[in-house]
């Protein structure tokens, strides 16, 4: 059973192996490598101490030596190189209060959460499979190495990951496993809200995102996101249609960001869009700084929520159309609006089919009409006007409310009337509203 493992990789395992010392890839890369996914990164572990490891090698970084662990820098990359140990007792659900160093792999490998993170591999050994993780990866199973109870009570975040990692690879999870995760669902309470949020991000982002539901189920969002357990609890009618709104809500994550070349901050910021479209503005906020999300992303999708039922009225004339689209771009930020319309696909594509057709239509006319505005640069901002705050000084207008004043009413005139926004035009209205 071989898997690809890189070069440098190899270079690292191999002049370990050839100084006395076992050296094996470890842990999620083994895993990807059987599953023919690309690893984000290569852990290696080894019988050699950390200082036998810095002695074979000419650059390396104490990144948690107390712990173990040694990044090797070959070129500019750097790989992680950690000693066997033995977790000592964990007093905080998350942290060991010691470890001890072992040359025995078997006691290393022990230690580590799940069967399909526990495998490690060389070429020359080939794979080291003690808990049966190649099994289990072939049955489509998430099951916790040895007792799941003792694996969770040393690290709470582990309960977590169960679910994440069933999300993103599409796997059950082991009964026993889900039965110890639910019992002890309390004890996320002791991890931090930056863990919470590192692994509900990843599960928003996977191809299976309905394992939210699953953590519902089990006890979990009720510690660390309560707010979905009251979207379950809570049925919408429309039409002959009824609707759980915590499985709608899914469909909707499921679907944002489905269409269109997202980057991977702005992925984020649609999938907490789609799970929180259904809050307030103010309780959207409350959840993203609870999870201690930074103050751009944040910001976003606290705008999304507010914003995600808005649409245009197409029934004027067609005149009339632009006019309300640049006031739209200006009232919720011209930033967005692409984000906005993806939001709203979702929403519409995981809701009543009766209707999906006819909101599909206005809003394909609705981002026509956007891309159309935006293909003229028509002003849909006050940076975007010909003047500026320094000119209408210059003919006379005091800084403070009335240079504001003047300037908001310019670009309300210019929002209607795309024309007027010449430098000229612009100080000859200013001037009428000079006192």
């Known amino acids: 059973m071989n898997i690809q493992v ?37 852990d290696i572990t080894t019988s050699a101490s950390p200082y036998e490891v810095k002695a074979l090698f000419r650059r390396t970084i104490d990144t948690g030596i107390q712990h173990g662990t040694v990044t090797v820098m070959l070129d500019k990359e750097g790989f992680e190189v950690t000693t066997y140990r033995i977790d000592g007792e964990y007093e ?33 050994t080939g794979m080291v499979d003690i808990f049966g993780g190649v099994q289990d990866l072939n049955d489509k199973i998430i099951r916790c190495v040895g007792v799941a109870g003792d694996r969770f009570d040393e690290d709470a975040l582990r309960i977590m990951r169960a679910f994440r990692f069933s999300a993103q690879l599409g796997f059950s999870i082991e009964e026993k496993t889900r039965i110890a995760a639910a019992e002890r669902a309390e004890n996320l309470k002791k991890i931090s809200a930056e863990r919470i949020r590192v692994e509900l991000t990843k599960l928003l982002l996977s191809p299976h995102p309905d394992r939210l539901l699953w953590m519902q189920q089990n006890g979990i969002t009720e510690i660390v996101l309560p707010e979905y357990d009251a979207m379950v609890a809570t049925f919408l009618q429309e039409g002959k249609y009824a609707f759980n709104l915590g499985v709608y809500t899914l469909k909707v994550i499921e679907q944002a960001g489905t269409e269109g070349n997202w980057s991977k901050k702005e992925l984020q910021m649609l999938k907490f869009a789609a799970l929180l479209h259904s809050l307030s503005g103010v309780a959207a906020k409350a959840v993203m700084r609870r999870l201690k999300f930074d103050n751009e992303t944040t910001d976003m999708v606290v705008r999304l929520v507010t914003a995600y039922d808005e649409y245009i009225d197409l029934s004027g004339s067609k005149e009339e159309h632009p006019v309300a689209m640049r006031h739209m771009m200006h009232r919720l930020g011209p930033d967005m609006m692409e984000l906005l319309w993806e939001l709203q696909r979702a929403q519409i594509v995981s809701g009543n089919p009766e209707i999906m057709e006819h909101k599909s239509a206005v809003l394909a006319k609705t981002r026509v009409l956007y891309r159309e505005v935006v293909a003229r640069g028509d002003c849909v901002s006050l940076k975007q006007l010909a003047v500026n705050g320094k000119d209408i000084i210059g003919i006379g207008a005091t800084p403070g409310r009335q240079l504001g004043d003047i300037l908001d009413q310019l670009l309300q005139q210019v929002l209607d009337k795309p024309e007027l926004n010449e430098r000229e035009i612009l100080l000859s209205l200013a001037k009428q509203h000079i006192v």
Do not use: S
Request: with cysteine.
């Open 6 to 42: 890189p070069e440098k990789v190899n270079t690292i395992i191999e002049t370990l192996l050839a100084h006395g010392f076992e050296a094996y890839a470890v842990g999620g890369c083994v895993r990807d490598g059987l599953l023919g996914r690309e690893a984000d990164d290569w």
């Open 92 to 124: 905080d659900g998350r942290h060991p209060k010691e470890v001890l160093f072992t040359k025995n792999l078997e006691e290393d490998l022990k230690r580590r959460d799940f069967t399909i993170n526990a495998m490690a591999y060389n070429e020359q």
